[in-house]
Structures are given as C-alpha cells and as structure tokens.
C-alpha cells in the first residue's frame, strides 16, 4: 500500500506502471538500450534462461532509447517486451523501464554483455532477505580489458568516495550498472535525474533515507566490438559531481560559509590592533575582512535556503537541523535580526562621525559588515518564508 500511494503521488492515477495479462513476475529485468543489436538479444536470453533455471517467473524489459539499428526487432524476437522511451538519457529510459515493471524485485542493467544476466541470483536473494538494494561490485572480477584505467582508478573511486563523505554510504563500485532493488524502495527514492547520474541519486536517496543497501562481487566483462560505449568520461563525470554538489548544500554552502564567516570575524577583531606583520611587510586586514564574513553569511544564508529545497525534494531527510532550519528562519525571525543588526552597524558609524580624531577605518569596515549582512539577512526571510510553505 505505501509503494501505490507513492507511485499515485509521483505519476497520477493515470500514469500508474502499465500490467499486461498473465501471473504477475516476481523479477523484472530492465535493460536500457541504445544501438546494441549486437548484444541485446543475447543479454534477453541470459536473463530469460536464469528464470527458467531458478524456477522464477520473470520479465525481461528493454527499454529501446533511440536505437537506429536492429537493437527493437531483435529484443523482441529474444523475447522481450520492448518499451519505446523518446526522452534521451540512461536515467530517463530507466525511470521508465522501472515504471511498466511490474514485479516487485527489479534488476536493472545494461544490455551491452559486460553484465551476465545468466546468474543474478545473488542480487535477488538479498531481497528476497530484506535487502532494499543490492550493487553489484565490478571490482571484484574486472575481466581484461573491461574498464579503461581512468574510470577504474580514477572517475569510479572519486566518485564513490563522494558518495561516502557526503552521505556514508559505504560501496566501493558506487557506479556499476547492475544492480536490483525492491519497488517499494525505488519509490520512496524517488529518482528523476535523466543522466548518467542516475546511479549516484539511487544510492544518494537510498542512504538519506537508511535503506539497507548492500554489494555483492561480480564479474564484468570487456564491451562487445561492435557495441559502442555510451559513457563520455569527463562530461558523464561532470554530471555526477554536479548532482552530489547541488544535492548536499552542507558541502556545497554550509561549510565554506562557516570558514569565510570565522575567518572573516577573526580579521575583523584584528584589524582593531593594526596591519599584520608579516615576511617584512606589513598587511591591512581591515580591508578583506567585510568581503569574507559577507561571502560567508550569504554562503549559510544559501544553505537553509538550499537545505529546505532539498528536503522538499525528497534529497536531505527531515532531520534535527532541517527542523530548526524552518523554525529559526523565518520571515519575522530574519527581519528582526536582520534590522536590528543593520542599525547596530548604522550606530557604530553614526559614533564614528561625531567622533573627532584618530583612525576610525577598523570601526568603519565593522559598521559596514554589519549593515551589509543585516541587509542581507533581511531580505533573505522572505525566500525563506517562499520556501517554507509560509504565507
């Protein structure tokens, strides 16, 4: 019941996943396909032969995404049932590969033979276990030639140490391929990415929400000759950093925001004793003080705002700080402060003008930090408040 509501909240009655006649599968294969008929029908097999083996009845879908060759015609006669998806994107033909599935364990995987589809039983036992997610490991049986050494030692280990820092999820191959999950966990992830990038929001979600996700070793075999590699290395890469970036604003706003905010207050206190000494020289931090605690501010100030949006869209939980983030910043809140931190700067600088002799400039350079950040943190309340839902 919770995997329907979610899926009539996400596509609407009338674009609930398609079910054909016949007893309803208990694994449906999904395969993206793009130009690979010289492997899609042997990849349909494997599949179709694993069901037959295990005693399982399954489904195999190839979701064709623009194909020019012979990839639909051949998938068909394998015995697949083909889905034509005209949004181009890995992401966007398995969003809709998943939706017309209509088994609650789904494999999903590419269809260009570097995967075996002849053994997936160790990605469908751990369901069947309660597992919400299982990813397979190419690093434990990369086969000659399989894996071109920047993806290998380069692009996969950056990225899946992203994925790590950002949200701990603890895989080592965050970008195979292959892998399965139940509906039910596929809905409350809620994936909409259409790239490449797809990969990371699964195991991004499924770790935000504490879904128990886990690898198991697989071998992964070198491409077939005639089948093109679909993945461009620095803009496919590009696509994922940009995903993790904009997905975790702590990263992204929050901790640089907090840096350039301490150091730019530190400078401010010390530009009160004069320039600093340095190498012979000296230094006036009175001038890069207000630039840094200002860029730090606005950096924090992005990243409530930031922070409201993604748990909005299902990519930050509702946790502890999520919670005081829409208590504190509100409209009022961020008024009041804001104007009242505005006119303490406003009194500083008015004290200044009345005030005959000596070097006032620390006091200046306080004054206006104060007023710019007030000014700054007042006007942000209302896209706070926009954000939050608030009238």
């Not at 499924?206 to 996700?213: E, K, L, P, T, Y």
């Not at 930031?306 to 005081?324: F, K, Q, S, Y």
Request: aromatic share 8%.
């Amino acid at each position: 019941m919770q995997a329907e509501a979610l899926a009539r909240t996400r596509w609407g009655t009338d674009a609930m996943p398609s079910v054909d006649s016949g007893p309803a599968p208990e694994v449906s294969v999904v395969m993206p396909c793009l130009n690979e008929e010289a492997t899609v029908g042997r990849c349909v097999r494997k599949a179709r032969e694993w069901f037959a083996r295990e005693g399982v009845v399954g489904e195999v879908i190839v979701v064709d995404n623009g194909s020019t060759d012979q990839s639909r015609a051949l998938a068909t006669a394998a015995g697949a049932r083909v889905i034509v998806e005209d949004k181009r994107g890995y992401g966007a033909a398995l969003i809709r590969g998943i939706e017309e599935a209509r088994a609650e364990h789904i494999v999903m995987g590419d269809c260009d033979d570097t995967y075996d589809f002849s053994d997936i039983s160790h990605l469908v036992e751990p369901l069947r276990d309660g597992a919400d997610m299982v990813v397979g490991n190419r690093y434990a049986g990369i086969q000659p030639g399989a894996m071109t050494w920047s993806h290998r030692y380069i692009g996969t280990p950056a990225i899946s140490f992203l994925l790590r820092a950002f949200t701990g999820a603890r895989l080592n191959d965050s970008q195979s391929g292959l892998r399965a999950f139940t509906r039910d966990a596929y809905l409350r992830m809620r994936a909409a990415t259409d790239g490449m990038e797809f990969a990371s929001e699964m195991i991004l979600k499924a770790s935000r929400q504490r879904m128990d996700v886990r690898e198991v070793p697989i071998r992964y075999y070198a491409r077939d000759d005639e089948s093109e590699a679909k993945l461009r290395t620095f803009r496919d890469g590009w696509r994922h950093l940009r995903f993790l970036l904009l997905a975790t604003p702590s990263h992204l706003f929050t901790t640089p925001g907090l840096l350039l905010t301490a150091g730019g207050i530190g400078l401010l206190l010390a530009s009160l004793f004069g320039p600093i000494h340095l190498l012979g020289g000296s230094w006036e931090p009175v001038f890069a003080a207000p630039l840094l605690t200002v860029l730090g501010v606005n950096a924090l100030i992005f990243g409530a705002v930031a922070r409201i949006a993604t748990t909005h869209r299902g990519l930050t939980r509702e946790d502890r700080t999520w919670r005081a983030a829409r208590r504190l910043f509100t409209f009022e809140y961020s008024l009041v402060g804001g104007l009242a931190l505005a006119g303490l700067g406003v009194l500083v600088d008015a004290a200044i003008a009345f005030t005959s002799g000596g070097d006032h400039i620390a006091l200046a350079a306080i004054s206006e930090t104060c007023i710019l950040v007030g000014g700054n943190l007042a006007f942000s309340g209302s896209l706070a408040a926009i954000m939050n839902g608030s009238n």
